[in-house]
């Protein structure tokens, strides 16, 4: 599997990556098995996934320490990415927090360590700065950032140019585009690109918003009706699935499935560096590692493009999947 290096490091990580939130039982993904976890895990190592990223957040630490349990005896073969807290504000607390992590994931260092949701600025830059002196110490092998728009990154930049900016990217959810992205390929900052299927809508077997579970149904994508929503728009909900409908058009004239669709259009972009792709069976990692295993079709390409601009469009600027645009947490 293709392999990059994260700006501003020694840090190598493959372009596909393990994203370990559903591994474990939580309100979002539902119950989750520990036999099934490990067995994804192990399919992970045998297509070649070498990154694994977790969060101290995900299952209230319980994700890191089985993440830990199951990549025992391994250490040296695999690069970890964890996060540290929205909690966590001063540098104190931060460098707990990492040691707690290191605790839970059985190890001495973490090859990424990240901030996972901004605070204030003064509370960014506090946290930012937590980050670097942890990488000098040799606990982290890497810093980098999560959810940071322009502005944010304008804190953090001041101090020292993050290694990676992860963030929400797919076929529905376009945002970054506008400012973020471009904002990243100047300051020559990679890319990790979390939720690729949209929480599973872009597997295709989701026909409508109603038969989306009901935890899943929380995007901005979705009106504010819904049980779960955090934010306060109308939605877009007949747009996305007349859109995920043309979607599945193309890929079956194209001869891919979906997730081949959804997964070939990140890997044709550049500037991604590692696509963080959830699983919870090895059946799953090989559909995600045979998905990336050719590139798309350029007229292809163009075509997803253009009909994904409509909903590009209709969700505007805003890059938080979750939050209204008064009170987005990514600026």
């Known amino acids: 599997m293709k392999q990059s290096t994260l700006p501003g490091s020694d840090v190598t990580v493959s372009q596909l990556a393990l994203g370990c ?19 994804t895990v192990a399919a992970a190592l045998d297509a070649g996934i070498t990154l694994f990223d977790t969060a101290t957040m995900y299952a209230d ?5 089985l993440l830990g349990e199951l990549l025992a005896g391994k250490r040296n073969e695999v690069q970890i990415a964890t996060k540290c807290t929205p909690a966590q504000t001063t540098a104190d607390a931060v460098a707990a927090g990492l040691d ?10 973490v090859d990424l360590y990240q901030i996972h949701w901004a605070g204030t600025d003064e509370e960014l830059a506090e946290v930012w700065g937590a980050l670097i002196q942890l990488k000098q110490l040799g606990k982290a092998r890497a810093v980098g950032v999560c959810n940071l728009g322009p ?10 140019k993050p290694s990676t900016n992860q963030l929400p ?5 376009r945002a970054i585009e506008n400012e973020i992205l471009p904002r990243c390929k100047t300051q020559k900052m990679g890319v990790l690109a979390y939720s ?14 109603d038969e989306v579970p009901a935890t899943r149904a929380r995007s901005r994508h979705f009106s504010s009706q819904r049980e779960h929503v955090r934010h306060d728009e109308d939605g877009h909900e007949t747009l996305t699935f007349d859109t995920i409908e043309c979607l599945q058009q193309f890929a079956d004239v194209s001869h891919n499935t979906m997730v081949e669709l959804a997964l070939r259009w990140l890997a044709s972009n550049p500037q991604i560096t590692s696509i963080l792709v959830g699983a919870s069976s090895p059946e799953q990692i090989a559909a995600n590692a045979e998905a990336i295993a050719r590139p798309l079709d350029k007229e292809l390409l163009k075509q997803v493009n253009q009909v994904t601009d409509p909903l590009k469009q209709a969700m505007g600027t805003n890059a938080d999947l979750w939050q209204s645009a008064a009170g987005s947490r990514i600026h």
Request: without cysteine.
């Open 21 to 39: 939130w559903g591994l474990t039982s939580d309100f979002h993904w539902g119950q989750r098995d520990s036999a099934a976890a490990q067995a």
């Open 61 to 65: 630490g319980a994700n890191e320490t």
């Open 100 to 109: 707690a992590s290191l605790t839970r994931l059985k190890t001495d260092y």
């Open 151 to 160: 502005t944010q990154l304008d804190v953090v930049s001041s101090l020292e």
């Open 169 to 173: 990217y797919n076929l529905l959810f």
């Open 196 to 209: 690729p299927l949209m929480h599973g809508m872009l597997r295709g077997e989701w026909k409508t918003a």
